[in-house]
């Protein structure tokens, strides 16, 4: 084992900790905006499940209990398989990078717990309690400016179609980044696309009821057979 191995420092942690959160907030936002484009239409169905049926864009955004998409799927906790397989992929090709490249043990250990804590605070924790009419963070000064704002965004996001009944604002959670850099910042609310929302339900033959959509478990999101119009 090399001497360097043992070798650390306080710039050396902040360093690896602040670019391995960067790169999990990057990978993030490519994976979300993954989930939106139907190429994997088996890897979209639950994120589809929580856009369409559960948080609709023409449906409320908070209620006083989390509504899980998970419903009779795999899972761990309340994320599933869609989320879990790709970010397992990424991990280990991480881990496969960094220690083709010799970095040291502990940076390398610290990079990983960062990969793994920074998505499940940020893109769990942080996105499930968005859709919470009570959250502490709300209430929190100072933090409150900060969570309101993301969890502003992220209403947007919901809410946003284009004319191809797709979601194509802000695909981060807590911060928006790369939403900024890829050009998919939306800052403000725009009246519903019924045209785009009327793309969606066929396409992914989503079920409405007195003009809203379905939101019984039973509604199959279509995509999930692959069946693409
Ligand atoms: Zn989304
Ligand atoms: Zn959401
Ligand atoms: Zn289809």
Sequence with gaps: MSVHSTHFTIGGVLLTLGASCAAAE????????????????????????????????????????YQDATHGRFSVGNVGLEWLAPCALIFFSIWGILYALRIPPVYVAISLLALVGWPVLMFSYLHDRMHLKDFWMAR????????????????????????????????????????????????HHLPLNQAGLGVAIQRYGLLERNGRLESSTEAQIHAAVGKHA
């Design 26 to 65: 990057f990978l993030g936002y490519w994976l979300h905006r993954l989930l939106h484009s139907d190429k994997f239409p088996a890897l979209s169905q639950g994120h589809l499940i929580h856009h369409f049926l559960i948080y609709g864009p023409d449906q409320a955004m908070r209620y006083d209990k």
């Design 140 to 187: 929190t000064p100072i933090l409150k400016i900060w969570f309101c704002r993301a969890r502003r965004l992220h209403e947007i996001h919901h809410r946003a179609l284009n004319d191809h009944g797709r979601m194509h604002a802000n695909f981060g959670i807590g911060f928006f980044w790369f939403d900024r850099l890829f050009r998919t910042i939306g800052r």
